[in-house]
Nanobody, 117 residues
Framework: QVQLVESGGGLVEPGGSLSLSCRIS????????MGWYRQAPGKQRDMVAR???????EYAESVKGRFTISRDSDKNTVTLQMSSLTPEDTAFYYC???????????WGQGTQVTVSS
């Protein structure tokens, strides 16, 4: 079983920055695609950013140029650096790991990000 633990959420003013971190309980190496998803109240969970094995990254259109995902396979962590935050970024943010061979997925418990003045 893979366990993911997110940290770094909180309250930030519009235009501010926040960094989320996800620590994974096993070696992610080159067999797990890693991603961040978010879910606002009453809405579905959507992909925010993904870091694919091999180095390719994907971003939702709404966060391109503002968010950056990175992974450290030695430390088994994945980070989401967020800047120029707006109230529309307010949501519960979840870390995701997907095994590239069997597509088994694992989720963290999530961390709340609130953008408000």
């Amino acid at each position: 079983q893979v366990q993911l633990v997110e940290s770094g959420g909180g309250l930030v003013e519009p235009g501010g920055s926040l960094s989320l971190s996800c620590r994974i309980s096993r070696n992610i190496g080159n067999i797990y695609d890693m991603g961040w998803y978010r879910q606002a109240p009453g809405k579905q969970r959507d992909m925010v950013a993904r870091h694919i094995v091999g180095g390719r990254t994907e971003y939702a259109e709404s966060v391109k140029g503002r968010f950056t995902i990175s992974r450290d396979s030695d430390k088994n962590t994945v980070t989401l650096q967020m800047s120029s935050l707006t109230p529309e970024d307010t949501a519960f943010y979840y870390c995701n790991a997907r095994q590239i061979f069997n597509h088994q997925e694992f989720w963290g418990q999530g961390t709340q990000v609130t953008v408000s003045s």
